[in-house]
């Protein structure tokens, strides 16, 4: 992939797994710095996180 083209699948993908997050309430547990399968409840800090990133990641990049 060349120019953008990657960057922007990235964030489409990203925003996904953050939405796919807010809808289902939770989120993977972490155990020594390694993600398990089990699911725990998403806290008010991170849905505020959450909602913060998508908002980041729907917005259109400034270009340089």
């Known amino acids: 992939m060349k120019g953008t083209t990657g960057i922007n699948m990235r964030r489409a ?11 289902r309430g939770t989120k993977p547990e972490k155990v020594n710095k390694k993600t398990t399968s089990k699911m725990v409840p998403l806290t008010e800090g991170d849905i505020k996180r959450i909602q913060k990133e998508m908002e ?8 340089k």
């Open 13 to 23: 993908n990203a925003f996904k797994v953050l939405e796919a997050q807010l809808k």
């Open 56 to 63: 980041v990641l729907a917005a259109p990049r400034k270009k």
